[in-house]
């Protein structure tokens, strides 16, 4: 039997002082201040929720996206003289992040997948690491499906990787993915038995966004593991889902919650041996019976390019600043 604890966080993370409000007509601050007196407080936090999650025995468990809060600056853009500090936070926070996670995976030999925004080769990415018990990175995913906000400066990920830990296969869905349904199930297909997905929301409003999850989690047949900030009364709260869409842990509007759940992976998504489809196909399993129901010839429509959404020019980026300044915009 492959059982595991699957665990999610829900961080209550600070409101960050007005003074590192990038969208102020004025705003001037220093990276390492921001690193120092802002920025160290929400890696902090999502640490020693972590730790809370390796007490309770948790085997694997997730952040949510941005643990270390740099997406607050991605509105100002530009050079660094005209206050574009996003690509300096990414090169302070990265390095941090990943020696604190690395340390909280080896004092308790648990999975973590950890997300946060990181700077390589020049580019900004939006990913997830995979952290194995041991501490060490097995690999990353690239947020691939990028919201309007994201475009400003972050580059989209080309790959849709299935990670084999020590106890099974899992795929990572972040934030914005979840609203396109063709990612999850190339996960599923993949052979993804648990799909991590660390989020900011639901991207629409919660008993919709809620039902989104449960049914990604039915379609491709995989536990969803989420983790989101905590907003008292807003869309999304951390929770593990199985592969039925049922939910089994709930964080609720609790903040600063670690929830989990035990599950064992090896009990298959079986319906009764006396159900027509099972007699008739043979299959009782429903996964591999729908791997083999399936008609790939018939969906084409959905690998048609699709036309690239414009990024705002810096003209218009600049309007977009100054109704953010006065509240007619919000990031």
Not at 57 to 77: H, I, K, Q, S
Not at 128 to 150: D, M, Q
Not at 209 to 228: I, Q, S, W
Request: aromatic share 12%.
């Amino acid at each position: 039997m492959r059982k595991i604890r699957l665990g999610a966080i829900q961080p209550h993370y600070p409101s960050l002082p007005p003074e590192y409000n990038c969208v102020r007509e004025n705003f001037s601050a220093d990276p390492q201040e921001i690193f120092e007196k802002a920025l160290i407080p929400y890696i902090e936090l999502t640490a020693g929720l972590l730790e809370q999650a390796g007490e309770a025995g948790c085997g694997a468990v997730t952040t949510c996206e941005d643990l270390c809060g740099t997406a607050a600056f991605l509105a100002r853009t530009g050079t660094r003289e005209e206050g574009n500090l996003f690509p300096d936070l990414l090169e302070l926070t990265a390095p941090y992040v990943e020696e604190r996670i690395a340390g909280i995976a080896r004092r308790y030999q648990m999975n973590i997948i950890a997300c946060y925004n990181r700077r390589e080769g020049g580019k900004n990415y939006n990913q997830a690491a995979v952290f194995n018990r041991e501490g060490g990175i097995v690999g990353s995913y690239r947020k691939t499906h990028l919201p309007p906000n994201e475009m400003w400066q972050v580059e989209a990920g080309t790959e849709l990787p299935v990670f084999d830990l020590d106890f099974g296969r899992v795929g990572v869905s972040i934030c914005y993915d979840m609203m396109f349904p063709e990612m999850c199930q190339s996960l599923s297909l993949k052979g993804a038995e648990v799909v991590f997905h660390p989020t900011a929301g639901y991207g629409w409003y919660d008993s919709i966004g809620e039902a989104t999850l449960r049914t990604r989690a039915n379609d491709g047949d995989f536990y969803l593991v989420t983790a989101k900030n905590y907003i008292w009364n807003a869309a999304g709260h951390s929770s593990v889902i199985d592969y039925w869409g049922q939910v089994l842990a709930d964080a609720g509007f609790y903040e600063n919650a670690v929830v989990f759940q035990d599950v064992d992976l090896d009990i298959p998504k079986t319906q009764p041996e006396w159900f027509y489809p099972s007699q008739v196909s043979g299959f009782a399993g429903i996964h591999p019976r729908k791997l083999r129901e399936r008609q790939p010839h018939l969906y084409g429509e959905l690998t048609k390019p699709a036309e690239p959404l414009a990024v705002p020019t810096p003209e218009e980026q600049a309007v977009l600043l100054e109704k953010m300044r006065d509240g007619r915009c919000h990031w």
